[in-house]
């Protein structure tokens, strides 16, 4: 099953042409390698509305993984896991769980992170650290267990 990818950058910043995005072109690259068809991009600015809106229209795309980069970390602008949870059906705290706790083994300042991934209407986003090289590490913490959830949760048979 080729999974079928968007990908969202949450970035005031970046949005706003004053730096180049790097998060969302090191995800791609992460996601193509794991064969992965990344088919929708998305920049926007640290605001849950704007946050919501990219996640519906991925989805409203054929999105069936989305991952975030951006947003997750203490900063009062940082808004990513509230923009989630507030249209998700149902949180997956493992996956925010495996996260920090592999992080931890890195840098100290994961405990900070706020990563998780959530079910929204039949897509698993997956919210990552803004830090390209912490978001392509953080992904390929929970890769193994992606597939799967997106099988259950697109409804595709499995042989099992």
């Keep these: ?7 969202i950058t949450i970035s005031d910043r970046a949005s706003k042409g004053l ?4 998060g969302g ?11 992965w068809k990344v088919f929708a ?7 849950k509305r704007d946050i919501q809106r ?5 989805i409203a795309k ?11 970390g203490v900063a009062l602008r940082d808004v990513t896991p509230e923009a989630v949870r507030e ?27 706020r990563n998780l991934a959530a079910v929204v209407d039949k897509t698993l986003v997956i919210c990552l ?16 267990a992606i597939p799967h959830c997106v099988e259950v949760l697109q409804e595709v048979p499995t042989s099992c």
Excluded: H, W
């Design 1 to 7: 099953m080729q999974i079928q990818v968007g990908i």
């Design 19 to 22: 730096y180049d995005d790097l």
């Design 25 to 35: 072109p090191a995800l791609k690259k992460a996601a193509e390698g794991y064969g």
């Design 41 to 47: 991009e998305a920049l926007v600015p640290d605001e």
């Design 54 to 58: 990219a996640i519906r229209e991925q």
């Design 62 to 72: 054929g999105s069936q993984l989305i991952l975030t980069t951006g947003g997750t």
């Design 87 to 113: 249209i998700a059906v149902r949180e997956l705290p493992g996956f925010g769980e495996a996260m920090r706790l592999e992080s931890m083994k890195i840098t100290k300042n994961a405990i900070l992170s």
């Design 129 to 144: 650290p803004g830090k390209p090289s912490g978001a392509v590490e953080c992904l390929g913490f929970v890769v193994g």
